[in-house]
């Protein structure tokens, strides 16, 4: 009897266990209802393959020598599996590239010049310790000097057509000076005159033979890095649709030439409210515009149907 009972026991407890089994490994949670099984599935690390062809507007890349190689390789690997930067890049570029690109294009800069934004900023309105600002990354003195208004109440480096447009005359200078459009780009990091004394202390005449600094002797490398990856994302494994990214959102063009003191009154004259305003408009800097010279300023207004905007 005893015996019995133990047999029946055992018999009971697989049968708990076989149904708490099966309802762990068939009974949906709450986490999965609805979910889509992921793109790709797929957390394996790979080596990569070293593209042919690899250059920045035109100029070679010599990865054929072994630094260079390795320096290439390195970008590469580190923008493949930073994932979660490399997915933002591509959902920006898809929202700001249309606005860069036919700038650049007009001043005979480049389309590949797209990307040095990217590494500058990550397509953001960043701030750096030294004080640079906007997508470009614009000092203070250089704004001011290519013309931008940079102040506590406008700050013109803010605003990415005006950026572009120094950024434009700031390369197409730097490739006057020095030969080369590789050489210009890193003269956007390091200057004008850093990287001519260096090219003539260490008695070379390119980039990619000069040793520099971590920065600027990085720079060229993310920057091609960036263009390979954001021009192949399924070689690189990122899995998108187009609906996915970020949208260029069209505005049209107010122009003021006076003051204004309250801009969150003035953006509901025109269906939106003062937050909406300043994503358009980053470089009004303030809730109100001094213009006590009665400047011309131009801000952007976003087409009607892109925002919902509560009463």
Not at 138 to 151: P, Q
Not at 248 to 277: C, M
Request: some cysteine.
């Amino acid at each position: 009897m005893k015996t019995l009972k133990n047999i029946l026991a055992a018999v009971g407890l697989v049968c708990v266990s076989g149904l708490f089994i099966f309802s762990m490994q068939k009974a949906p949670s709450d986490e999965t209802i609805g979910k889509e099984d992921p793109l790709v599935n797929d957390y394996n690390v790979y080596a990569l393959e070293m593209p042919e062809g690899l250059n920045f507007a035109g100029e070679k890349v010599p990865v054929e020598n072994p630094d260079i190689y390795e320096r290439m390789d390195r970008e590469l690997l580190v923008n493949t599996y930073w994932q979660s930067n490399g997915l933002l890049m591509f959902k920006r570029a898809q929202k700001y590239f249309p606005v860069i690109e036919p700038i650049l294009k007009k001043n005979g800069v480049p389309d590949d010049f797209k990307y040095l934004a990217v590494i500058e900023s990550g397509l953001t309105n960043a701030v750096s310790p030294a004080g640079a600002r906007g997508f470009w990354q614009i000092m203070k003195a250089t704004g001011r000097e290519n013309g931008l208004e940079v102040n506590s109440n406008v700050d013109e480096r803010y605003n990415l057509e005006m950026a572009t447009e120094v950024a434009c005359k700031y390369l197409k200078k730097a490739k006057e000076q020095l030969g080369s459009w590789t050489l210009a780009a890193a003269a956007y990091n390091a200057g004008n005159a850093g990287i001519s004394r260096r090219l003539k202390e260490q008695g070379v005449g390119n980039y990619y033979d000069l040793l520099l600094g971590e920065e600027t002797g990085r720079y060229m490398f993310r920057i091609v890095a960036l263009k390979e990856i954001l021009n192949n994302p399924s070689k690189y494994g990122f899995n998108f649709n187009k609906s996915d990214l970020y949208k260029y959102i069209p505005t049209y063009k107010v122009e003021v030439d006076t003051a204004v003191t309250d801009f969150s009154q003035f953006a509901k004259r025109f269906g939106i409210n003062y937050k909406i305003l300043k994503i358009h408009n980053p470089w009004l800097r303030e809730a109100h515009l001094n213009n006590k010279t009665r400047k011309l300023y131009t801000i952007e207004i976003p087409k009607e149907g892109y925002y919902s905007v509560q009463p």
